[in-house]
């Protein structure tokens, strides 16, 4: 449709989410943030899909919340009330999410880079958390960008607002890697090439695992991952995994392409 912000194509397994709001540096506005929302649960639902793929055009990736709607007097507060439900499908997509940055992010923009699995920057790109410089608190982001950032940074980044660089990002945890403007296609095919190797349901469960709170007790724990990883050698597709290794083919799993 000529007149959505975001859109949406499958294309070998990987579901293309792409901002498309240049005219405000794809702001969080109220319709981007609806179109948005709305392709996350689409590329949750469609068993075809086996990576998301977070991208924009324009040159930058995202702005964070659309100012001129949030300074709108008759406005209310359903951008804030929103925005964590968008960071809570990215954070706990069952399928992994990669961002692509050909550009800066800011604000909430960074909190989308942080709640996605696998972040790729341009080594040009900027980022910054500019909340306190305008009075505001960036609480809701620090939900998903806490977890990534080395603890001195974040305190560092948070209260000063200052700019930093893609190297910065990737040295305290935000980004995964940064690559000139000639690598970024390649690298973010690298990515999505090894994710859709994954069975998909190893992949949830393993997302899953990672955001998991350990037990207290070691033993405790042992005994978790034991009944985990016994259900997985013992279940379908890691038969299926284990079989295609032995016969040296693909698992059935993985995109053709």
Avoid at 5 to 31: E, F
Avoid at 143 to 165: C, I, M, N, Q, S
Avoid at 224 to 241: I, P, V
Wanted: with cysteine.
């Amino acid at each position: 449709m000529a007149d959505e912000l975001v859109h949406y194509a499958v294309d070998k397994g990987v579901a293309r989410i792409t901002l498309d709001s240049p005219h405000n540096r794809n702001a969080l506005s109220a319709q981007l943030r609806r179109e948005l929302r709305d392709h996350l649960a689409a590329a949750a639902g469609d068993d075809a899909v086996r990576v998301v793929l977070l991208d924009h055009t324009g040159p930058v990736f995202c702005a964070g919340m659309d100012l001129k709607e949030a300074g709108d007097p008759s406005s209310s507060t359903a951008g804030v009330n929103e925005f964590p439900e968008i960071l809570t499908q990215i954070w706990t997509s069952a399928k992994p999410v990669v961002a692509k940055l050909a550009g800066p992010a800011r604000a909430g923009g960074v909190g989308i880079v942080a709640a996605a699995d696998i972040a790729v920057a341009l080594d040009s790109a900027t980022f910054a958390f500019t909340e306190v410089r305008l009075g505001l608190v960036p609480a809701v982001i620090s939900v998903t960008v806490l977890p990534r950032l080395v603890p001195r940074a974040a305190h560092e980044l948070f209260l000063t607002g200052e700019k930093f660089d893609a190297a910065r990002a990737v040295e305290i945890g935000l980004l995964n890697s940064s690559v000139p403007a000639d690598a970024l296609d390649a690298e973010v095919d690298r990515y999505t090439g090894m994710l859709a190797l994954g069975g998909p349901t190893a992949l949830a469960a393993t997302k899953t695992m990672l955001r998991r709170a350990r037990a207290a007790d070691m033993a405790d724990d042992f005994a978790e991952m034991l009944t985990l990883s016994a259900g997985f050698f013992a279940g379908a597709e890691g038969q299926e995994g284990i079989r295609a290794f032995a016969e040296k083919r693909p698992a059935k799993w993985v995109p053709n392409g």
